[in-house]
């Protein structure tokens, strides 16, 4: 499996890979824990998180500051 990362990414290991399978899914997973778990999404999935993600959807400015869990 291929694995990619942003280029954005830290050398200090501590960011999300993902690998799209023959299936058209998409995995994700820890770089610092390459045999953990994986979360795993539909293509469809995958694609409507992505379109968010340029839309800003997920974008934290407008999110009240909690405090830590």
Not at 12 to 36: F, I, M, Q, W, Y
Not at 54 to 66: A, N, Q, R
Request: charged fraction near 25%; charge should be negative.
């Amino acid at each position: 499996m291929a694995w990619r990362k942003s280029s954005f990414s830290l050398a200090n290991g501590e960011c999300v890979e993902v690998a799209r399978l023959s299936t058209g899914d998409v995995v994700v997973r820890h770089s610092k824990d390459p045999e953990g778990a994986m979360l795993h999404y539909s293509a469809g999935e995958w694609t409507a998180f992505v379109a968010g993600v340029i839309k800003g959807e997920f974008d934290l400015h407008d999110l009240p500051v909690t405090e830590d869990l």
